[in-house]
């Protein structure tokens, strides 16, 4: 059917309609007239594909990848940089008012990334049996088949240099793929790293890895860490617990302004190190001075050691172990352990139990995609934190998280990020202040 495409939607599709339902189109932008056929329809919406595109809109472009519309990690690299960036202060906005009736007076305008191309400095790819080789690869939009490339242009390049000759080394000693049944083998292939200092997971079944391919791997150029993460779990959940440290530093280190940070496997970071710098540095200027700031989701304490000069007392609160050992440990590291302290636990109830003996001046949130959960929204309300600074990678979330904590407090702005170039998603900073 020939369709118009009105507006884009939160996963960077296009969006028509046909029969007063709303028609989601992969590979679509907003402004042009598509042929597209039927793939699923429900009593709300239909799922149509691309067949092809009959007027185009004047900001697309032609993809630099090749596997752009099979791997489904880079939608908008068909949009222009520009447009991309203005379509994602556009779906925050939108979400926000249809969540929260909040206007778009407060959404400044969106803090783009100046390095599109190779700024992440981290990847988890899925390991599999392809005829008789392993690859590593990304899965398809929604399936289980992973799709293989030749080089990820959003990978920092000594990601994707690593990346070939572990693979290469994976085969040479012919290892296999995991096999739930006997619960060994490869699942996936963790790697990341700063300042020339490369960290890799490898994440299996129970086998036991051979010396040879250990000490082939520990030889490679800038690899300075490697660990084994055992994880026979059925789950999607990339980590278990279990950690093994195999070879070389146990930890590896980043920069963040005047912070030196230590890093182990488990502990999460942005994966876009400059824009992490400009979003870091906003956060710090939007903190007042304050007796007390606590920041809530912390992991490896970043943010905590950076307002630490704007505070008598930092405390963070992390529910990850491995995170607060780092967190702690880069405390030390930069002579903030005296005013910097950490806690292990769930944010909510640690929230609550800091408010029967702290008074809160500031808060910082960096919540996961899900957001804060009831009890932490209870938590903050009843702590009567005078200010909020919440970091949000997830509009949806951000939004039906500030219907509720509006009745308590004015938002002052909401700033959007651009962290992931030719992604969909969007951060932002929200700065609340109590009625």
Not at 153 to 161: F, G, K, R, S, Y
């Amino acid at each position: 059917m020939e369709l118009k495409i009105v507006k884009m939607g939160i996963n960077g599709e296009g969006i028509g309609y046909h029969k007063d339902k709303p028609v989601f189109v992969d590979g679509a932008l907003i402004g042009e007239v598509i042929h597209c056929v039927l793939e699923l329809e429900t009593n709300t919406y239909i799922k149509a594909k691309l067949i092809k595109v009959l007027q185009k809109s004047k900001y697309r472009i032609k993809a630099k990848c090749n596997i752009q519309s099979l791997c489904g990690g880079c939608p908008l690299m068909i949009l222009s940089l520009k447009k991309q960036g203005d379509y994602k202060r556009d779906v925050l906005i939108e979400t926000l008012f249809k969540y929260s009736g909040i206007k778009k007076e407060v959404v400044k305008e969106i803090i783009r990334n100046e390095k599109p191309f190779h700024y992440r400095n981290q990847f988890k790819l899925p390991v599999k049996m392809i005829g008789k080789k392993l690859h590593c690869g990304m899965y398809k939009s929604q399936s289980n088949h992973i799709v293989t490339f030749e080089d990820c242009l959003i990978h920092n390049e000594h990601l994707e240099v690593l990346r070939k000759q572990i693979m290469l080394l994976i085969n040479k000693y012919q290892l296999k793929d995991y096999y739930d049944k006997v619960q060994k083998g490869i699942r996936y292939l963790v790697l990341r790293g700063f300042n020339d200092q490369y960290q890799l997971t490898l994440v299996t079944g129970t086998n036991t890895l051979p010396k040879a391919f250990l000490l082939e791997l520990a030889s490679l150029d800038k690899l300075v860490s490697i660990y084994q993460n055992i994880n026979i779990r059925n789950t999607h959940e990339i980590f278990s617990n279990e950690f093994k440290h195999l070879s070389g530093k146990k930890t590896i280190d980043v920069q963040i302004h005047h912070l030196s940070l230590h890093l182990l496997p488990a502990s999460f970071f942005q994966l876009n190190h400059h824009q992490a710098e400009v979003l870091y540095q906003k956060v710090y200027d939007l903190v007042y001075e304050s007796d007390v700031v606590v920041e809530a989701y912390c992991g490896i304490g970043a943010m905590s050691l950076m307002v630490a000069s704007k505070a008598k007392k930092v405390i963070g609160i992390e529910s990850v172990k491995q995170a607060v050992e780092n967190a702690m440990e880069n405390a030390k590291r930069n002579h903030l352990d005296h005013k910097c302290h950490f806690i292990c636990g769930d944010a909510g109830k640690e929230m609550m139990k800091l408010a029967k003996g702290e008074r809160i001046d500031t808060l910082i949130v960096d919540p996961p995609r899900l957001g804060l959960d009831d009890i932490m929204l209870k938590a903050i309300v009843n702590a009567n934190v005078k200010r909020i600074i919440y970091v949000s990678c997830n509009p949806s979330t951000l939004a039906k998280n500030l219907a509720y904590l509006k009745a308590s407090y004015e938002v002052e702005e909401i700033i959007p990020f651009e962290m992931f170039s030719f992604n969909q998603h969007i951060e932002s900073i929200t700065v609340l202040n109590i009625k």
